[in-house]
DNA sequence: CGCATTTGACCCGCGC
DNA sequence: GCGCGGGTCAAATGCG
C-alpha cells in the first residue's frame, strides 16, 4: 500500500461502505459529515490549531454552564476534566462524500474530516436494527438433531442490517469501562486489527434496551479511551433512579438532526462522582458532526455549544 | 446460585 | 467467489 497511515484507519469502526473516516493521531475514528462546519478542520494538516478554537469553545461552554463541582462531563462519564472528541454518526446521507482524514502531532487527537455516507439510514430502524443476527436458532437437522454450530436466522433477502445512530467520543481514562450511570455486559472481545488493544462489545444490560457500545483503546495514545455508543436506552439511568439528576448535554442531541434523538435525557444525566477508579478522564472534543438542520430541542447548554461552532452552515 | 466475563466460533458485509 | 474484518452468540468459567 502506499500509505501507512491509511493503514492505520482500517480498523475503524465507523468505516461503512468502503469509506474511511478520518482520524487523529490516536486512531480515533469519526464519522464526519463531509458537508459540516468542520471541513476547514481537516484541511489544515496539523490541525490542532485549526481545531482548537472550536474546541475550546466546546469545552468552556460546557463548563461554563455546568455545575462542574458535580464534575459532571458530558455523557455523564466520570471525568474530573473534559476535552471531549466526539463525533457522530447520524446515519444522515450526505451529499459528496470526500473524505478528507487528519494525522495530528502529538497526543492531541484532532478531528479529522471524511464523509459519513453511512449507509442505512440508521435512524429508521427502531429497536430491532442491527439485530438481524439476533434470530438465530439452534439449528436442527430433519430428524431434529440440534446441530453443534450456530446457525443462521432467517433473514430477509435484500433486508440490509441496519444499525442505530452512534456517536462515539475518547476519553482519557486508565479505565477502559467508563461508568456512565447504566449497566452494561460485556458480550464480547475483539482485536482490533492493527492495534494491540482489543475492543470490548457491550450491551445495556436492562431489559429491552437495545443500546450497546463498544469500547477500544486508541493504540496511538494508550491513554485514550474510545467509546462508540449505538442506540437509544428506552429506560432511565439506574443512577439516574437513584436520585442523581445533574443535567448533561446529549451528545446525541449534538448529532441529531436525527429524526430521533440516538439518546434519552437520560443519557445526558450524571451520576454521582464515581471518578474513584483512577479516570483521569480528559475528554477530547474531537469532531463535531452536525448535520446541517440541526433541531435543537430545549437544551440550553446545547445550544450554547452549538452556538460557540463556526456558523457555516447557515442557509 | 445467579449474574458477569471470557473466549472461540460463527455470520455478515464488503473489497478484491 | 474468496478472504478479511467487524460484530455477535453462547458455552464455559469466574466471582460475590
Redesign the pocket.
Known amino acids: 500500500m502506499s500509505d501507512q497511515t491509511r493503514d492505520l484507519y482500517?480498523?475503524?469502526?465507523f468505516?461503512?461502505?468502503?469509506?474511511i473516516s478520518g482520524i487523529g493521531d490516536t486512531g480515533f475514528p469519526f464519522y464526519s459529515d463531509n458537508s459540516s462546519m468542520y471541513n476547514h478542520i481537516g484541511s489544515s494538516g496539523h490541525d490542532l490549531h485549526g481545531f482548537d478554537p472550536a474546541y475550546m469553545s466546546f469545552t468552556e461552554h460546557l463548563y461554563g454552564s455546568m455545575d462542574y463541582n458535580t464534575q459532571a462531563s458530558p455523557f455523564g462519564l466520570s471525568c474530573t476534566s473534559s476535552e471531549v472528541f466526539f463525533s457522530v454518526d447520524g446515519g444522515q446521507e450526505v451529499g459528496g462524500g470526500v473524505g478528507e482524514s487528519v494525522v495530528t502531532g502529538d497526543h492531541t487527537p484532532v478531528a479529522a474530516n471524511s464523509s459519513v455516507s453511512s449507509?442505512s439510514t440508521e435512524v429508521g430502524g427502531d429497536e430491532d436494527s442491527?439485530?438481524?443476527?439476533?434470530d438465530?436458532?439452534?439449528?436442527v437437522s430433519e430428524d431434529g438433531v440440534e446441530s453443534?454450530?450456530?446457525?443462521?436466522?432467517p433473514?430477509k433477502k435484500g433486508e440490509?442490517?441496519q444499525r442505530e445512530p452512534r456517536f462515539a467520543f475518547m476519553t482519557k481514562s486508565e479505565v477502559d469501562?467508563l461508568e456512565d450511570g447504566y449497566?452494561?455486559?460485556?458480550?464480547?472481545?475483539?482485536?482490533?486489527?492493527n492495534s494491540p488493544y482489543p475492543?470490548?462489545?457491550?450491551?445495556c444490560?436492562t431489559q429491552k434496551c437495545t443500546v450497546?457500545k463498544?469500547v477500544e483503546r486508541s493504540f496511538q495514545d494508550p491513554s485514550v479511551v474510545i467509546t462508540t455508543y449505538?442506540g437509544q436506552h428506552n429506560h432511565q439511568s439506574p443512577a439516574t433512579l437513584r436520585g442523581n439528576t445533574a443535567r448533561l448535554l446529549a451528545p446525541t442531541m449534538l448529532a441529531s438532526g436525527l429524526a430521533a434523538p440516538s439518546f434519552p435525557q437520560e443519557m445526558m444525566i450524571q451520576m454521582p462522582p464515581t471518578n474513584t477508579q483512577g479516570h483521569t478522564s480528559s475528554m477530547y472534543q474531537q469532531n463535531l458532526n452536525l448535520p446541517q438542520q440541526l433541531q435543537l430541542p430545549d437544551y440550553g447548554l446545547l445550544q450554547d455549544i452549538v452556538h460557540s461552532f463556526p456558523h457555516n452552515q447557515q442557509p
Do not use: N
Open positions: 482500517l480498523h475503524d469502526p468505516r461503512k461502505d468502503g469509506q449507509s442491527g439485530k438481524s443476527k439476533k438465530r436458532e439452534p439449528k453443534s454450530k450456530k446457525v443462521i436466522k433473514k440490509k442490517r469501562h449497566r452494561w455486559r460485556k458480550y464480547g472481545q475483539k482485536a482490533v486489527k475492543r470490548s462489545y457491550y450491551r444490560t450497546k463498544h449505538e
